[in-house]
């Protein structure tokens, strides 16, 4: 109780509510309408149906303000816009709503977690690259806030602290979330905008998540050994002094043959979709049909009955009622800036302002612009609706590959999720963790320094390699 309380006390860290942000840059778009001088560019379409912009063809034209109904006006056809991503969202949620229903996920989790006790150092590698797996593939984040328990009870049984429990599971899948390789919510959303191929560049995003997953498991195991060495070296040593263990009062549910069965379904559905991607070129639509047919499967073979299915597909999308539709509000941003013909010119002056710095600056610019971005808005896919459509056309300025811009946007995402204090999940599990936010902070600062160092590595080797 004492340690929740420290960690509410720190009320202050908190920024304004997002949905309150977004509004607030719409009547900001609004108003810049009657101030920045109007313009456009032209725009081809290249060979692969994209539309570019013309590199010189920027030009004024009349200005059109919009007026104050008209911001109000933005967000339902901002949500029209959006549509196709925003329902992707709901009902892919809804699926793992079912699936997340039958208790495979929990009770595989727990038996993985719960059969590496004794082994001390198996222990972290495998829980990090256990949930990394949930994080590039289903965007783990929240859902990790209901492992942290016996992630914590395990660690202190084995010698190490709370932090140690907490960082073996939230990041092994911020470090998936970070490579984001079939990331629906992130990934899949920015290069839906960007219009390049679903899960494009799967390859490089891999690599750069070894390094990445890798840098995480070295980090967590040093300090948790250090601790375990050390207990004075915890940077909670007062809290852990005063914590008791007690993992037997934690209850492991059971891993059935169903649970099992539902695994090979997902593992079956996911491949099943990249097959899908890569060799027919599937979009939005029929990953979701394919996911919708692989939660159905799924909650049959689990055992749950017709209406419990799909009382979970709705509890699941429910739960995404916050990222799903600030979709459509962080495109009102866009439509605004549309309808007042100043998007073309904000564009140009950005692309004249980095124009001439080398390429790879440029893409580090844009990671940093997105890492300050995700302080506002936290949600992946909103924070991806809200600047692509202006990072896209600088790129194609720049003669960068768009690839390169969805990049900037999920690593500066992934970069701060772990350690703003504006992320529900980040301030969720340590809550549950019992620890205070400094006593995080203290731990993790030169983790995130080494992930924006691999960042940057990774962008300006993007730029280097031509990723597209």
């Not at 038996?111 to 001390?120: D, F, N, Q, S, W």
């Not at 395990?154 to 190490?160: D, L, Q, S, T, V």
């Not at 060799?279 to 979701?288: A, E, I, K, R």
Request: some cysteine; proline content about 3%; overall charge neutral.
């Amino acid at each position: 109780m004492e340690n929740e309380q420290r960690v509410k006390k720190k009320s202050w860290l908190k920024v304004p509510h997002t949905y309150t942000i977004i509004f607030a840059i719409i009547f900001l778009a609004g108003i810049a309408s009657y101030i920045i001088p109007a313009g456009e560019f032209e725009r081809v379409e290249d060979e692969e149906g994209r539309m570019l912009v013309v590199d010189g063809s920027y030009h004024h034209i009349e200005s059109e303000p919009v007026s104050f109904f008209e911001m109000f006006t933005a967000v339902p056809m901002g949500l029209e816009k959006g549509a196709q991503i925003i329902f992707y969202i709901f009902l892919v949620s809804g699926v793992f709503g079912i699936i997340r229903s039958t208790g495979a996920i929990e009770a595989g989790v727990y038996k993985g977690v719960k059969a590496l006790e004794g082994r001390e150092k198996l222990l972290i590698p495998l829980s990090m690259i256990l949930f990394s797996v949930g994080g590039f593939t289903m965007g783990m984040a929240e859902e990790t806030i209901i492992f942290v328990p016996i992630g914590v009870a395990i660690a202190r049984a084995m010698g190490f602290d709370a932090v140690t429990g907490t960082a073996m599971i939230t990041l092994g899948a911020a470090s998936g979330f970070f490579g984001g390789m079939l990331n629906p919510f992130t990934v899949g959303v920015a290069q839906s905008l960007a219009d390049v191929p679903l899960f494009s560049g799967i390859g490089f995003r891999a690599v750069v998540y070894v390094f990445v997953l890798g840098f995480a498991i070295y980090y967590v195991s040093r300090y948790a050994f250090k601790v375990k060495k050390n207990p004075q070296a915890s940077v909670i040593y007062d809290i852990e002094q005063k914590a008791k263990s007690n993992v037997s009062a934690i209850d492991i549910p059971a891993l059935t043959g169903k649970h099992k069965f539902v695994f090979i379904v997902m593992a079956c559905g996911i491949g099943f979709n990249i097959y899908g991607v890569f060799n027919w070129g599937w979009f939005l639509t029929q990953l979701t049909a394919s996911f919708l047919i692989m939660g159905l499967v799924a909650g049959l073979i689990g055992g749950l009955k017709p209406a419990t299915i799909f009382d979970s597909f709705i509890e699941g999308a429910k739960a995404v009622t916050f990222g799903a539709l600030i979709v459509g509000f962080a495109r009102a941003i866009t439509v605004v800036l549309e309808q007042g013909k100043i998007i073309d010119t904000i564009v140009y002056a950005a692309s004249e302002t980095i124009g001439h710095l080398p390429h790879a600056i440029s893409a580090i610019g844009m990671l940093v612009i997105q890492a300050l971005l995700n302080l506002f808005i936290s949600s992946g896919s909103g924070q991806a609706a809200a600047t692509m459509p202006i990072m896209i056309p600088i790129t194609d300025l720049l003669g960068l590959e768009r690839q390169v811009a969805v990049l900037a946007f999920q690593y500066g995402d992934s970069l701060t999720n772990s350690i703003i204090p504006t992320s529900s999940a980040l301030m969720a599990y340590l809550a549950v963790a019992g620890i205070p936010y400094e006593k995080w902070i203290k731990f993790i600062w030169k983790m995130i320094l080494g992930w924006a160092l691999i960042a940057c590595l990774a962008l300006i080797a993007a730029v280097a390699l031509g990723i597209s």
